[in-house]
């Protein structure tokens, strides 16, 4: 079992949107779905280690900004070249207006 | 009997066409050939990061497990020398043969070559070796001399003097990245060369370019003469279709394919940096790109068209390059535009291109990381949509670019 930790407001997000969130040398990308749900995987690309919350959320998949690798950000699945690695992806709760990640 | 597919060249349009082969579930044979003896790898990162590392790592495609695992017979150094189109079979230089069912050539392009310039200090950059040559000349104390104002000459430019070393950049016409990318962006890129220190010559023809055993000395036309450890050569790239040619496909500026990137032959295709298309979005106008997403998308087009889907091909044109620390990226093709529109972002900025009739044809962005890569991402999609978005929601960088993208689905 991991520790919660507050990553960000839930209003911080905006619908079919994402996030970055950097917790102990480490870089994260929050999701908010479409349909009001929050998600959280890494927030590095596994092709180039770029940052994803700079990318495109479309529904459920992230598209990296980079070389516009996609992965469905609800299960860390990569969707094809050229990333071919998948996101690791983490829980997450929303308490009292915040979202938490377990880390 | 099983069908074999062969695949010329082993290079990105190439590797993901053996890959995609199998992922639609072809169950016969894959050959994937290829004239380099590496297996298949990423060119971007050879200007780039690779050339800045500190250890060269070359970026694989597809492993040699991979391949393995997918079933796809990897024939690395192996160079094909023509096609038998009423045999079908490949002969290889060497010799042998290869039988095929159908073929797909990714034979990519090659660098054009400054005629009567060779030499040891000479250098052009498309491989591996390439890359490794010019790494090895660049360095605090050492001077290069870069001969053209496109991406691979700007992208090396940047990258040597990360590794420190003294840059002159020579330019024959009056400004950087004529061909393709609107003037505002080229000053603001040669802004950046200019304060990173490289020294950039416009419009001062070559008059020789002579290489020595231990330096090399490119003389102007004015009389100016620049000494050089090493001349990088970068006035683009030409594509590889002498195979085509001979075996009696049309050629027009690459392979000529059709929009399911099938040539004259129906059971050759082609793909990547060799082939021109028509493009669908701009009227079936006929275009050669020389773009990593090209390459891949045309490589996954042709394995699907392959297997006989007869799939008409969408893309945008799509492009990215990385200087410092900006990055530019463009979608579709800006000479197609008329009318243009700023957008003002916080570490970047794009114009988008309208055609008389107010279509979004192009978007060209510049920015600081990755910060025009959403809008540009979503602009691409305009475009394919050929949506006429409101200029002054294009201009205003309050308007998400992602509502217009609503809208046009409701008009
Ligand atoms: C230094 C550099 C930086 C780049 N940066 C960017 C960038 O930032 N953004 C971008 O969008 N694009 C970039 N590109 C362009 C991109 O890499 C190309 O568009 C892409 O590689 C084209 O893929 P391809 O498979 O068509 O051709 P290639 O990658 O050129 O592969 C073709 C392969 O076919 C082989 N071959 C040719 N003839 C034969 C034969 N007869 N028998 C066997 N094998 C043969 C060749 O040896 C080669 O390995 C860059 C290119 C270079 C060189
Ligand atoms: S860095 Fe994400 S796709 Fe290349």
Same mark, same amino acid.
């Given at each position: 079992?991991?520790?919660?930790?507050?990553?960000?407001?839930?209003?911080?997000?905006?619908?079919?949107?994402?996030?970055?969130?950097?917790?102990?040398?480490?870089?994260?990308?929050?999701?908010?779905?479409?349909?009001?749900?929050?998600?959280?995987?890494?927030? #590095?690309?596994?092709?180039?280690?770029?940052?994803?919350?700079?990318?495109?959320?479309?529904?459920?998949?992230?598209?990296?900004?980079?070389?516009?690798?996609?992965?469905?950000?609800?299960?860390?699945?990569?969707?094809?070249?050229?990333?071919?690695?998948? #996101?690791?992806?983490?829980?997450?709760?929303?308490?009292?207006?915040?979202?938490?990640?377990?880390? | 009997?099983?069908?074999? *597919?062969?695949?010329?060249?082993?290079?990105?349009?190439?590797?993901? +066409?053996?890959?995609?082969?199998?992922?639609?579930?072809?169950?016969?044979?894959?050959?994937?050939?290829?004239?380099?003896?590496?297996?298949?790898?990423?060119?971007?990162?050879?200007?780039?990061?690779?050339?800045?590392?500190?250890? @060269?790592?070359?970026?694989? !495609?597809?492993?040699?497990?991979?391949?393995?695992?997918?079933?796809?017979?990897?024939?690395?150094?192996?160079?094909?020398?023509?096609?038998?189109?009423?045999?079908?079979?490949?002969?290889?230089?060497?010799?042998?043969?290869?039988?095929?069912?159908?073929?797909?050539?990714?034979?990519?392009?090659?660098?054009?070559?400054?005629?009567?310039?060779?030499?040891?200090?000479?250098?052009?950059?498309?491989? !591996?070796?390439?890359?490794?040559?010019?790494?090895?000349?660049?360095?605090?104390?050492?001077?290069?001399?870069?001969?053209?104002?496109? *991406? =691979?000459?700007?992208?090396? /430019? /940047?990258? +040597?003097?990360?590794?420190?070393?003294?840059?002159?950049? =020579?330019?024959?016409?009056?400004?950087?990245?004529?061909?393709?990318?609107?003037?505002?962006?080229?000053?603001? !890129?040669? &802004?950046?060369?200019?304060?990173?220190?490289?020294?950039?010559?416009?419009?001062?023809? !070559?008059?020789? =370019?002579?290489?020595?055993?231990?330096?090399?000395?490119?003389?102007?036309?004015?009389?100016?003469?620049?000494?050089?450890?090493?001349? $990088?050569?970068?006035?683009?790239?030409?594509?590889?279709?002498?195979?085509?040619? &001979?075996?009696?496909? %049309?050629?027009?500026?690459?392979?000529?394919?059709?929009?399911?990137?099938? %040539?004259?032959?129906?059971?050759? *295709?082609? +793909?990547?940096?060799?082939?021109?298309?028509?493009?669908?979005?701009?009227?079936?106008?006929?275009?050669?790109?020389?773009?990593?997403?090209?390459?891949?998308?045309?490589?996954?087009?042709?394995?699907?068209?392959?297997?006989? +889907?007869?799939?008409?091909?969408?893309?945008?044109?799509? @492009?990215?390059?990385?200087?410092?620390?900006?990055?530019?990226?463009?979608?579709?093709? /800006?000479?197609?535009?008329?009318?243009?529109?700023?957008?003002?972002?916080?570490?970047?900025?794009?114009?988008?291109?309208?055609?008389?009739?107010?279509?979004?044809?192009? &978007?060209?962005?510049?920015?600081?990381?990755?910060?025009?890569?959403?809008? =540009?991402?979503?602009?691409?999609? $305009?475009?394919?949509?050929?949506?006429?978005?409101?200029?002054?929601? $294009?201009?205003?960088?309050?308007?998400? $670019?992602?509502?217009?993208?609503?809208?046009?689905?409701?008009?």
């Amino acid at each position: 079992m991991g520790e919660w930790i507050e990553a960000c407001g839930s209003d911080d997000v905006e619908e079919e949107d994402v996030i970055r969130f950097d917790h102990a040398g480490r870089v994260f990308a929050i999701y908010r779905s479409p349909d009001d749900e929050y998600f959280a995987t890494d927030g #590095l690309c596994t092709h180039e280690h770029v940052s994803l919350a700079d990318g495109l959320v479309m529904d459920e998949i992230i598209e990296c900004p980079k070389h516009n690798g996609r992965f469905n950000y609800k299960t860390g699945e990569a969707k094809g070249a050229p990333v071919c690695v998948n #996101l690791r992806t983490y829980r997450v709760k929303v308490e009292g207006g915040a979202v938490f990640v377990e880390v | 009997m099983s069908k074999h *597919f062969v695949i010329v060249g082993a290079g990105e349009a190439g590797a993901r +066409a053996a890959m995609a082969l199998r992922e639609q579930g072809f169950d016969g044979d894959v050959t994937l050939v290829g004239g380099e003896t590496h297996l298949p790898y990423e060119r971007p990162p050879l200007s780039k990061d690779g050339m800045v590392a500190e250890v @060269f790592a070359a970026k694989t !495609i597809a492993t040699a497990e991979r391949l393995v695992d997918a079933g796809v017979a990897f024939r690395g150094g192996v160079t094909v020398a023509g096609i038998d189109r009423a045999g079908k079979r490949l002969e290889m230089k060497g010799g042998s043969t290869l039988p095929y069912d159908k073929l797909l050539l990714a034979t990519g392009a090659s660098p054009r070559r400054l005629a009567g310039v060779e030499g040891e200090r000479i250098v052009y950059l498309r491989t !591996i070796e390439d890359a490794q040559r010019l790494r090895g000349a660049l360095g605090p104390g050492r001077h290069i001399a870069i001969i053209g104002g496109g *991406f =691979i000459g700007l992208e090396l /430019a /940047a990258s +040597a003097r990360a590794r420190g070393a003294e840059v002159t950049l =020579i330019e024959a016409l009056p400004r950087l990245l004529s061909r393709g990318v609107p003037a505002g962006i080229a000053a603001r !890129i040669q &802004a950046r060369h200019l304060a990173g220190g490289v020294r950039l010559v416009f419009g001062d023809p !070559i008059a020789a =370019i002579e290489s020595a055993a231990v330096s090399a000395r490119v003389t102007l036309e004015s009389g100016m003469c620049i000494e050089a450890d090493m001349v $990088l050569i970068g006035i683009g790239a030409a594509p590889n279709v002498a195979l085509a040619e &001979a075996a009696g496909l %049309t050629v027009v500026n690459g392979i000529a394919v059709d929009e399911r990137l099938q %040539t004259t032959d129906a059971d050759i *295709f082609a +793909a990547g940096d060799c082939c021109s298309f028509p493009l669908a979005i701009y009227g079936g106008r006929r275009v050669r790109l020389e773009s990593w997403r090209n390459a891949q998308d045309q490589g996954n087009l042709a394995a699907r068209n392959m297997l006989s +889907a007869g799939e008409v091909g969408a893309s945008v044109p799509w @492009f990215w390059s990385d200087q410092y620390e900006l990055t530019l990226q463009i979608a579709g093709l /800006a000479d197609e535009g008329a009318l243009t529109v700023e957008r003002e972002l916080a570490e970047g900025s794009i114009l988008f291109h309208l055609s008389a009739d107010g279509r979004l044809v192009a &978007a060209s962005g510049i920015g600081v990381g990755n910060a025009v890569a959403k809008d =540009i991402r979503l602009a691409e999609m $305009l475009i394919g949509r050929r949506a006429r978005p409101d200029m002054a929601a $294009l201009g205003d960088p309050g308007v998400r $670019l992602k509502v217009l993208l609503s809208q046009g689905e409701l008009a």
